[in-house]
């Protein structure tokens, strides 16, 4: 049973540029959760969704970001316009309806 | 909102010593509390949970105790080992498992095993 699968493990992009990240969760698993790491700090809850649902967006910027976990394929979180300040591990967590989250590789974006 | 304070931010015990991390929540409707462990680079791995149900869980070197009245849980490790260096990471969440509420993390303890 694969794990939590994020892709592209890395990602570069110039300021203004789109970052799209990508999050396959765990067979069996129909909720889905981005975070954000700080170098040197913790995890932030960003937004919870289930399929075709954002169910919880509260950790989200109102600008900017947006996430989608559709029907088919994976759930995907979208930077428009990237900033420095960006720049920061994107890990993704899936779980069963009432379970452990269990966390991706992550997705290292770095903004030039 | 849930606020997770974690201590102490670094903690260096010799090797065979035990090792413990306290965190504090704010919100008394917070029943589910996860431990991560994360080494450099790599993704945070579940290493022991305890619902609000139970005062008291251990797997093997590592327990994890829950006092929710004055609100807070600890992470202890016996006979520590080289591999236990890492960060490790306290959590809260309010759906009594996580499967239907983001978790709130505290910021983390750099756990460093002396030889």
């Known amino acids: 049973n694969a794990g939590v699968m994020q892709n592209p493990r890395h990602l570069v992009r110039r300021r203004g540029q789109e970052a799209r990240l990508r999050c396959s969760p765990m067979?069996?698993?129909?909720?889905v959760y981005w975070y954000r790491q700080l170098p040197e700090e913790g995890l932030k809850f960003m937004v919870y969704?289930?399929?075709?649902?954002?169910?919880?967006e509260s950790g989200m910027p109102k600008e900017r970001f947006s996430a989608e976990f559709p029907k088919e394929g994976p759930s995907i979180l979208r930077i428009q316009q990237v900033v420095r300040g960006d720049s920061a591990a994107y890990f993704c967590?899936?779980?069963?309806?009432?379970?452990?989250?269990?966390f991706g590789p992550g997705t290292r974006l770095t903004v030039l | 909102g849930e606020n997770v304070e974690q201590h102490p931010s670094t903690l260096s015990v010799q090797e065979g010593d035990s090792a413990v991390i306290k965190c504090t929540y704010s919100?008394?409707?917070?029943?589910?509390f996860p431990w991560y462990k994360q080494e450099l680079g790599k993704r945070p791995q579940l290493i022991i949970d305890?619902?609000?149900?139970?005062g008291e869980k251990k797997d093997q070197r590592i327990a994890v105790t829950l006092n929710k009245t004055a609100k807070h849980f600890s992470l202890h490790i016996t006979e520590t080992q080289p591999e236990d260096s890492a960060v490790y990471f306290c959590?809260?969440?309010?759906?009594?498992?996580?499967?239907?509420?983001?978790?709130?993390f505290g910021k983390g303890t750099h756990l460093i095993i002396q030889p």
């Open positions: 967590a899936s779980s069963p309806a009432v379970g452990t989250q269990y």
């Open positions: 067979k069996g698993h129909s909720h």
């Open positions: 969704l289930q399929k075709e649902n954002i169910i919880d």
């Open positions: 919100d008394s409707a917070s029943n589910y």
């Open positions: 305890i619902r609000s149900n139970v």
């Open positions: 959590a809260a969440s309010q759906k009594g498992g996580g499967g239907a509420d983001g978790l709130t």
